[in-house]
């Protein structure tokens, strides 16, 4: 059980170490390993002090090697192990796309369930700490897009909490995208009780009669900023924190979606063939007889990762968001944009 | 360190520097036998025999099932018995093996049912046998990727305190993958008991040892990563089954990871739908097949008076039953259930699998109704 | 030039041949290497007789590793050349996965400009041949949804061929998707005459003004025999084929969808996230108000490919295709299914 | 091959048991120097002492401007300053140059403006120079990605005809990686004329050499590839430098890669973000500090009377000045200018990027007024 008692305000880093802690207790088989999340704690002191608490045994340095991590997490799970592993920042978990694609999504289906994988693969992931280039990917649709994978993602301390614990857990490997511009976030929970919905279940984070805005991981906190910028204007948006992009919660969107005949979604990653394309495409599919104006896209342009002074131009914030509630059509007039083509270019 | 024992050390981790070797081409034993590995028993050996009759046969089986339509395709290992028998017969039930696709005949030794073995290779499904009752990971496709897996297990046997071992397989032309490296380092770092056995047959489909590798022979890799390592002739069962079962014990001791490099040939072209004449000439094929492991062995062991006319016939008489037995079970249509395809994705289906699990019923359903008609 | 002269049967596989040795002769920067690509002249045998014809220096067997490929690739494009490798298989490019997304699409941009890479990645993707696990991938979405990278798939020999050859002038590193199934399908056509559109562009392959449907590559072909199939049935789909993924001819697709007023997406690829995720979401986007129902897909399931005597169950054909097509509420009855539960699940 | 022959070609691949040294840590010459090397020239060791003292100025300056917060981040070099002037002294400028996040003192020493050389942690944008003017590739920071470009690379020198040599260099954590394997691999197939030169600084951020292998040295790694390897202080400007000339003339002269290991330490944290103290003790770095690079440098060539109190004076003033140069130029606030981040992600923009080059435009355009009310 978690350590802290009664509410007290955590930070995301500290929710997802006292996750980790817990399960190590809880759960003999449950390993930690990667690069630096040993003495030094990790990069980002997510497995701080485990080492020291737990012994090398449960978590332990490896070689550099993304590739390796993952594979040697793949045998020592078909082994009977629970491996949670890290990948130091969303751009250096590629090298490890082969295992990952390969045989994490697919050696249970290979072999009919004989063999399992039960293993964690935790990611701090996506921008806005002024990273240089690598450190900042929204690499959430790679995952999503291969089936065999659950892909999570949380965007609160008491999510990053129960769902790590979900996940390890759960008999399937997972990608474990943590929101890096989340980790210092506080806020008030106490990690003791779950509050906290169950994996695979979307949150209403904010309720609205005018229009849905999905979102997920980091951009949740910007969708509830620009919820509360449109309150100010009479315009009431409910936000839809998705929590696990795999398995999807089509039935949270969908029936928000319903009630308010406008669906906006926002992700930090590039926008095309993102999860809010699959977000879009569903919604559209499922509800469109309910909708007042095409579902809507927020996202980072179709560009390699900014600079540090520039990310603030690529990051979908509060004004874009609002911008596209504008074009959501309440006024009942179709959006001209991509019709004035000239114009746009 | 003093010099004197680095040196010591670094002599201790590189291969002899020619193959290890007890029996030469004609069957005869070699001039001085090598030193630090103990021969074999004549039992074992005969039943190394016994299994590379069967082992050749069902490899030509397969093979000639191609040509039926029974296979789609078929990568041979004739001419790498050796290799594939005393891989297995060096390690205990309770080991780990992790193959690749051409290594089917060191599954049917391990005891894997034919039928089972060929379940990829006939379409049916990815992986015929249950992985975790005979210890043998699926035959693995992606080059090298398996050797991380067989590191892992490895760690995951020691971390519970068991002394099974983990033995890795691949060719030549996988040491080239970033994957082999990372497993060996890991490996050597952690100390995890596995054996990287090295199969160099000379290709990898069309791509000669040459182009693969300027080393003076793959086993100098080991060195890089401090493991120790041993270079074998690939054709000669007696040294083959020599030095992994040597490797195993020094892995199953504690002592950390082994290469053991096995030069061998592929007589057969990459696979039944290969051409290897595009890329090598005939000679060369010819010229190997005078290294025989099969044929080396049994002159080996009649010239030592343990085996016997008898013997061989009673080993092709199985071999043949094996054979036949297959034909007759791989000759019988199978088929396969689509909606199967749902089952194993995760051990819940999503909601979003579920529906696409309707809809392929429903079009199923259809299809039906419509061929009724 | 390309050697054929007038109109006469090409392979895929022969038009994608033709096209290297003419580039090859043209220009003397071109190089292609990759496994096998030698003396066997590909597994696919694309690069058949080149070694022979134009020698080892422009054509040249690597030892056995991808990112190796790609990665020498990168630097000798830096060095002035313009490489065209090969992966063996869709799922066999995937360890090169951080050369590419974390160089191959981000040089130009890291270097503004002063550093370019010409260079094409060929990879003969998709299923319908009856091959193994990994042999099959449907990988386009990885890529497309990669910044940086253009990405292109011919559906018939004469694309294949002028594609091919702009991809290898194009200034940028072009992923170039070669449909497996398609290889040996015969076409007429003269490689000498460009018929093909420029680079970029979408080809209406048939006129419908019932619908519109929007393939690529694969899955061109089905969707052009499921035309021929509901024309029968007095239903006249507009078939569109895309060439290009990116970039992506959003005015042809758009015009299209504005006439007909229905649009359905097929793609070979599991259906999550995928590259028909984009389309869906785009046309909605666009064409919002000339739409009579929902932009539907018809996809690969989100399963990992399946063993070859299922494949026929996992992709889309006319059948599927047809089905879609009924639910594109042609009567003015909007589609109940995702309203039914119970009754899908 | 004969087993003599065969013995030859292996010890012409192995490092020398201990690395190369000519001075001692307190400057004074070995006792016997080390055969096979030429030593520098007075000329070259009084050049490469200049830079040394530049770079070290140059480094404290940039630690400093990243407690100022003029620099988000900066890994430092000191204590590599040996490997980091050796380096790009053995090279010609029309050869390439590849290196890491670490390796911004080797870039000043090549002669790229020290502000350039800082854009990219300064955030402005992700590489200041121009890597085809200068022949330095952008500093990389996916570890040993780099190695294989830095191949490809000297192999299209060769291709061409030209002479150019490649050096990639890297630290002990990326020779893990599958790239850093790879890359020798093609190298040596090839025959490509690169240096691949490993700055082993003891610790990759928190992980010790004994938790990144167990190879006797990394250097054995040379050997599995077929490339000639060797080991050196990488302390001791005069065997670094001595080493890499060698190995840059055997690589030019057309005899393939080389890979050369340096033993050095990093005095500093990984970056001025990292705390140190997690994960090694002072009296460590202490010891090191004895080792220091650039007194022994200094003491050596004074004790040859190759160095007087007034040239140490011109160098320290030289640095000043730099420091000080960069101190101003670091300090004027730049801009970066958003709409750039549309324009070199293809030579010619998609429509889709045209579109959202419209969409920031007008988003700026409405801040621009919302802040002007
Ligand atoms: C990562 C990866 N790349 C490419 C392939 C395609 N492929 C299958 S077998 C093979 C050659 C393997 O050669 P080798 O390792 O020597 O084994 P052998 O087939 O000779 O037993 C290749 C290139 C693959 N399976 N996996
Ligand atoms: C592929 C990849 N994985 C992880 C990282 C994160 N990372 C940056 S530096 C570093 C340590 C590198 O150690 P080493 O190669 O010894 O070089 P040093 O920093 O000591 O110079 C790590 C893990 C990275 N940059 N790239
Ligand atoms: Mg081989
Ligand atoms: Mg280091």
């Not at chain 2, 199967?340 to 309707?358: G, I, K, M, S």
Request: contains cysteine; charged residues 25%; aromatic residues 6%.
């Amino acid at each position: 059980m978690a350590e802290t008692t009664q509410a007290t305000k955590v930070t995301m880093a500290q929710a997802l170490n006292t996750a980790l802690r817990d399960a190590l207790r809880e759960d003999d088989r449950v390993l930690v390993f990667g690069e630096d999340v040993g003495p030094l704690g990790g990069v980002f002191r997510i497995t701080d002090g485990l080492t020291r608490d737990f012994g090398e045994e449960r978590c332990f340095d490896t070689p550099l090697a993304e590739a390796g991590i993952v594979g040697l997490a793949v045998g020592m799970a078909m082994g009977g192990f629970r491996p949670v592993v890290e990948m130091q920042f969303d751009a250096f978990a590629y090298p490890a796309f082969e295992q990952i694609a390969s045989h994490v999504a697919k050696l249970r289906n290979r072999t009919r369930g004989r063999l399992t994988l039960p293993m964690v693969i935790r990611i701090p992931y996506a921008g806005g700490i002024g990273g240089v280039e690598h450190h900042c990917d929204s690499s959430e649709a790679y995952y999503a897009h291969t089936p065999g994978l659950k892909v999570v993602t949380p965007a609160t301390a008491e999510d990053a909490y129960w769902l790590l614990r979900d996940a390890i857990a759960d008999p399937d490997p997972v990608v474990f995208l943590e929101p890096k511009k989340l980790y210092w976030s506080r806020e008030d929970t106490d990690l003791e009780r779950r509050g906290a919905l169950p994996f695979g279940r979307a949150a209403v984070r904010r309720e609205g009669r005018d229009a849905t805005v999905v979102a997920y991981g980091p951009s949740v906190p910007v969708a509830l900023a620009a919820a509360e910028a449109a309150a100010a204007e009479g315009i009431e948006l409910e936000v839809v924190d998705l929590r696990t992009i795999v398995p999807f919660d089509d039935e949270t969107v969908t029936a928000s979606v319903r009630r308010t005949g406008r669906c906006l979604v926002v992700q930090e990653a590039q926008g095309f063939a993102g999860v809010g394309a699959e977000i879009a495409a569903r919604v559209q599919e499922r509800c469109f007889h309910s909708l007042a104006a095409p579902v809507l896209r927020v996202a980072g342009f179709d560009i390699p990762y900014p600079p540090p002074k520039l990310e603030h131009a690529h990051l979908p914030g509060v004004d874009r968001i609002l911008d596209a509630v504008d074009r959501l059509q309440f006024g009942d007039e179709p959006d001209t944009r991509h019709l004035l083509k000239g114009a746009v270019a | 360190m003093s010099v004197k024992s680095l040196r010591q050390t670094v002599q201790g981790l590189l291969p002899s520097l020619t193959p290890v070797r007890f029996v030469a081409e004609d069957g005869t034993p070699v001039a001085k036998p090598p030193a630090g590995y103990r021969e074999p028993s004549v039992q074992a050996l005969r039943e190394a025999y016994r299994r590379m009759v069967l082992g050749r046969r069902f490899d030509t089986q397969a093979t000639a099932l191609t040509k039926q339509g029974r296979l789609a395709v078929y990568p041979s290992s004739r001419g790498q018995e050796a290799c594939q028998i005393g891989a297995v017969l060096a390690l205990r039930p309770d080991d780990w093996l992790f193959p690749t696709y051409r290594d089917s005949v060191a599954l049917v030794t391990r005891g894997i049912d034919p039928v089972e073995v060929l379940t990829l290779l006939r379409g049916d499904w990815h992986c015929g046998y249950d992985p975790a009752a005979t210890r043998v990971a699926p035959q693995c496709t992606p080059l090298a990727t398996q050797v991380l897996h067989a590191t892992g297990m490895a760690e995951a046997q020691r971390r519970k305190g068991e002394d099974g071992v983990a033995m890795a397989l691949t060719g030549d032309g996988a040491t080239s993958e970033g994957d082999f490296h990372e497993a060996l380092n890991f490996a050597a770092v952690l100390r995890a008991p596995v054996v990287f056995f090295v199969q160099n047959n000379k290709y990898a489909i069309s791509v000669p040892l040459a182009r693969q590798t300027a080393a003076p022979a793959l086993a100098y890799k080991g060195i890089g990563y401090g493991v120790r390592s041993e270079q074998v002739d690939g054709n000669d069962l007696v040294a083959v089954l020599a030095v992994l079962t040597d490797a195993v014990a020094h892995a199953r001791a504690g002592h950390g990871p082994v290469l053991v490099e096995a030069h061998t040939y592929r007589m057969d072209a990459h696979t039944n739908a290969d051409d290897a004449t595009r890329y090598r000439d005939a000679e060369e094929v010819e010229r190997w097949g005078t290294a025989d492991p099969l044929s080396r062995l049994e002159a080996h062991l009649r010239a030592r008076g343990a085996l016997t006319d008898a013997d061989a016939a009673a080993a092709r008489e199985e071999a043949e039953a094996l054979a036949a037995d297959l034909r007759t079970r791989m000759n019988a249509d199978t088929t396969a259930d689509p909606m199967e395809l749902f089952d194993h994705v995760y051990a819940e289906p999503t909601p979003q699998l579920l529906e696409q699990r309707a809809q392929l019923a429903a079009e199923l359903a259809e299809t039906a109704l419509t061929q009724e008609d």
